[in-house]
C-alpha cells in the first residue's frame, strides 16, 4: 500500500479551518492524511474581536473549540506553536512536538501587526490580534476606571483612551468603545464627560478607500457619540504615558490600541519566501512564488484586483481562498487539474457599536440598523459554513 | 425664634447612618438640624465587600444611595470629604464645603487598616475597605489572569493570591475566593492547579478567638478546596513582588490583600482626643472623654466587656451604637437625660463562600448551609433598617 499524501494545514483561522473544513467534506476515508495545527485549542472569529477588546460580547461567542467541528477520522488536530517552516525539507517546527513532514502545506497564520516604525508602538500599544490580548486590553481598561476613584490626583490620562488608525478595524472598535463607556461611566461611577475617546489616522480621512458618503456618516454617527478624530496626524512615537502627534502634541493616554494595519507572518520571510510586507504575492493556484506545494492563505497572502491594486485581507477573501484550495487539493490528490482562483467581492461592512454599521452590500450604500442587521447575519454566515446549523444556533446572538 | 440645636452625623456607614436614620425617626420637624456628612453618594455595606472583591456580587447590591434613604425635610446631606474636626471650636472642616458648625458631632468614619508596621504594605497591598478599593482588587486579579495568557514567559506570580490575615475578615475573603477561582480558570482559559491562593497569619490558628470546632471546619472546608494556610506566620515585608516571611522564606504573589487588622480613623488623633490604636474609649453614652457633645460610633470607638476586654469593631457593634444614641440625642434635645449603652452581642457569623457559613447565633454553634442561610438574612435585616422592606426587596438577592 502507498503511503498517503500529507496536507499540514497551518492555524485555525478563516483561511486555515475553511481549508480544513472543505477537505473533510470532500476527501474520502484514507484518500489523504490530514494534520491541522494551530497554537489554541480552539478558532477564534477575528471579526469579531472588537467586540470582546471593549467588553460589550462576551468572549465565549468569538471562539469555537476546534475538536466541535473537525471529524477525527479525517483530520488529525495538533495544538503547538509553528516555530518555523522549512520549504526545502518539507517540514514544520513546532514549539513542543516533533517536526511535521508534508506534501503539502497551507499555511494561514494570519498576520502580524504593522507598525510603520513607529517607536515604542510594540512595547506600549495594545493589538486587537488574537483572544488573549483582547481580554487584557478589556481588563486594561476596566482597571484604570477602577483606580481612577482610587487615587488622591487627578488622573485624566486613566480616562482616555487612544485608537490609533481609523481603517475598518479602527473604526468598528471606536463604534463598540462608543457604547461601552456609559456602562464603564456606570459601573465605575466616572461621569462621561470626564472620559475621552481619540481616533487618530494618517491618512487625510477616516476609512480610506470608503465611499464618501459612507464616511461622513460613520463620523457624524461617531462625533454625536464624543469621539474625537484626529485625521491626517500621523503618531510618531507610542511611550508609556500615551502618544505624540506629528509636530509635537502629546496625549497622555492609559490605554492606546493600535489598529493602524497587519503585514504578512514573518515566519515567511523567515523561510526565505519572496514577500512584500511579509505577505506572499500567491500564484492564480496560491501558491508561493517556485514552489508547487507551498499553499498560502488569509492575510498572509497577496492578491491584486484587475486595475493591479491588491485587495485587503479580508476574511471573506481568507474564506473563498480556503474553500476554493480544498476542491483543488482534493483534484491534485486524485490525480485531476487544479482550478485558477478568482475573488468575488460580495460586500463590506463596518460596524458602528451594536445598533449601527455602514457598507456596500448587493452594489447597493447601506446604512444604520439595516447594514447592522446584515453584518450579524454575515457573522452567523461564517458558523454555518464551519459547523452547520447546531454551531449557528449555538453562537449566534439574536 | 431659638436657633434650632445643631447635630453633624460624620461618616454614613453601619455607625454613623444608623444613627441619622435613627434621628429622622425619631425627632419631630423642626426640632434639630440634622447634618449628615459623607464622602460618597452611596453608603457601602461594609460586611459585604468581600463579595465585590472577590468578583462574586455585582457591587450594585453592596451600596445603598443615600438620597434614597434620608427625608429631606428632617436631614441635611452633604457630600464632601472630612479633613479635620475641631472639637474645641466645634467645627468640622471639608475638603470642597464651608466649614461646619455643630452643636452635637456623631463622629462615624469607621476604620483605617492596622499594618502592624510591616514594611511595604500600605504601598504594595490592597485593602477590603470602600467600594472604590474592592473594584479596584477585582479588577486587578482579572487584569493578572487576562495578563498570563499573553505573556511569553511562565509568569505564575502572577496566578497567586496571597491574603494577610485569617480573621474574620481575611477567612470570609478566602471563601469568596475559593467560588471565584475555577470561574476566573474557565473564563481565561487557566489550568486551576496553576492557581495558587495563600492564607497567611500571625497567630497560633485561623480565626483566633473563635471556637475551635468552628475553625476546624472552616480550615477542612476552605484546604479541600485548595487554599494554603501559613498559620504563625507573619509577613515581614511586602513588596511589589510578593511578600517575605518570618525566617526569609519569598512569596512571589502580584496580588496581596492584607485583612490583618483595623485601628480608629486617624483623624480623633489628629484633633488631640485620647485614643488606643487610633479608637476612642468612649464612656457609657459613647463620648469621647472630657467632652460633652463629642459622640464616637463604629469602629473608631472602643468599648469592654465585662472581663475587660475590648469587643471587636463591628457592624453589629455599630448598629446598636447607632439606633441607641439617635434615643439618647433626642432625649438630650428634648432637656431629658440619657441612657447607658450596653452592647448585646447576638452572635457571629463568618461566611465560607456562597454555600457555607460558621459561627454562633442563638447560642449555638452553626456550620454550613444553615449558617449561610442566617448569614444572608442579617444582611437583608439591614437593609430593612435603613430603609424599609422596599429597600430589602431591591437590593436582597434571594
Ligand atoms: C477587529 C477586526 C474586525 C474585522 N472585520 C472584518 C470584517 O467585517 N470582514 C472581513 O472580511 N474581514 C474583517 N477583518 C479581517 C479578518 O479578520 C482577517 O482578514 C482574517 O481573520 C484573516 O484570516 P486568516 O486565516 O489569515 O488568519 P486569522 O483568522 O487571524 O487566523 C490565524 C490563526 O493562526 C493561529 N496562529 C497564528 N500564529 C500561529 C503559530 N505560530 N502557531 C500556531 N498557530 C498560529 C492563530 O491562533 C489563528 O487561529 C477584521 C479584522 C479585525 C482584527
Ligand atoms: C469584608 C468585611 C466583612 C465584615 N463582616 C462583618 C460581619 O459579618 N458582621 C459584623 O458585625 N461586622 C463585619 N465587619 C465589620 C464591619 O463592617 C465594621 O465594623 C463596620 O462597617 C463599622 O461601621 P462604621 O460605621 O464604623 O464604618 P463604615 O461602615 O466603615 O463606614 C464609614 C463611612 O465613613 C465614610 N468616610 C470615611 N472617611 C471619610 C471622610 N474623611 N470623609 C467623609 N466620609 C468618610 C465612608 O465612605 C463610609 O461611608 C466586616 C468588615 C469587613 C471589611
Redesign the interface.
Known amino acids: 500500500m502507498m503511503a498517503l499524501p500529507k496536507i499540514v494545514v497551518l492555524g485555525a483561522g478563516y483561511g486555515g479551518l475553511m481549508t480544513t473544513v472543505g477537505l473533510q467534506k470532500e476527501l474520502n476515508y484514507q484518500e489523504a492524511e490530514v494534520t491541522l495545527v494551530n497554537q489554541?485549542p480552539y478558532h477564534y472569529v477575528t471579526t469579531k474581536l472588537h467586540e470582546p477588546a471593549a467588553g460589550t460580547l462576551d468572549?465565549e461567542y468569538a471562539r469555537v473549540e476546534i475538536a466541535s467541528v473537525l471529524k477525527q477520522d479525517k483530520v488529525k488536530f495538533v495544538q503547538d506553536r509553528v516555530i518555523k517552516v522549512d520549504p526545502e525539507n518539507k517540514e514544520v517546527h513546532l514549539a513542543d512536538g516533533e517536526p511535521l513532514k508534508y506534501d503539502y502545506l497551507v499555511f494561514g497564520l494570519g498576520s502580524a501587526p504593522e507598525t510603520f516604525g513607529i517607536k515604542g508602538l510594540l512595547e506600549n500599544a495594545f493589538f486587537i490580534r488574537n483572544l488573549?490580548?483582547v481580554?487584557?486590553i478589556?481588563?486594561?481598561i476596566?482597571?484604570m476606571?477602577?483606580?481612577y476613584?482610587?487615587l488622591k490626583e487627578d488622573r485624566d490620562d486613566l480616562l482616555t483612551i487612544v485608537v490609533g488608525g481609523a481603517g475598518f478595524t479602527g473604526i468598528e472598535y471606536v463604534g463598540e468603545l462608543v457604547d461601552r463607556i456609559p456602562e464603564l461611566c456606570r459601573?465605575?461611577?466616572i461621569p462621561r464627560e470626564k472620559v475621552r475617546l481619540i481616533n487618530v489616522e494618517a491618512a487625510p480621512t477616516v476609512l480610506p478607500g470608503f465611499d464618501k458618503e459612507l464616511v461622513d456618516y460613520a463620523v457624524k454617527y461617531l462625533e454625536e457619540r464624543g469621539v474625537e478624530f484626529r485625521i491626517n496626524t500621523p503618531i510618531e512615537e507610542c511611550t508609556p504615558e500615551g502618544v505624540v502627534l506629528k509636530g509635537g502634541e502629546k496625549i497622555d493616554s492609559a490605554t492606546v490600541v493600535w489598529t493602524g494595519g497587519v503585514r504578512g507572518n514573518p515566519l515567511l520571510e523567515e523561510a526565505g519566501i519572496e514577500t512584500a510586507r511579509g505577505r506572499v504575492k500567491v500564484d492564480e493556484y496560491l501558491r508561493a512564488p517556485g514552489y508547487e506545494d507551498f499553499f498560502v492563505v488569509g492575510d498572509s497572502s497577496l492578491i491584486f484586483n484587475e486595475e493591479e491594486r491588491p485587495y485587503p485581507p479580508t476574511a471573506q477573501m481568507a474564506t473563498q481562498q480556503g474553500q476554493h484550495l480544498a476542491k483543488n487539493l482534493t483534484a491534485l490528490i486524485r490525480g485531476g487539474s487544479m482550478q485558477p482562483f478568482k475573488f468575488d467581492l460580495k460586500g463590506t461592512l463596518a460596524s458602528l457599536g451594536r445598533g449601527s454599521a455602514i457598507g456596500i452590500a448587493f452594489g447597493k450604500k447601506l446604512f444604520g440598523t439595516k447594514a447592522s442587521i446584515l453584518k450579524r447575519i454575515n457573522d452567523w454566515r461564517w458558523y454555518y459554513l464551519i459547523g452547520g446549523l447546531p454551531l449557528m444556533f449555538k453562537k449566534a446572538k439574536f
Open positions: 489554541n468572549p488573549n490580548g481580554r487584557l478589556r481588563e486594561h476596566e482597571y476606571f477602577a483606580k476613584n482610587t459601573e465605575f461611577d
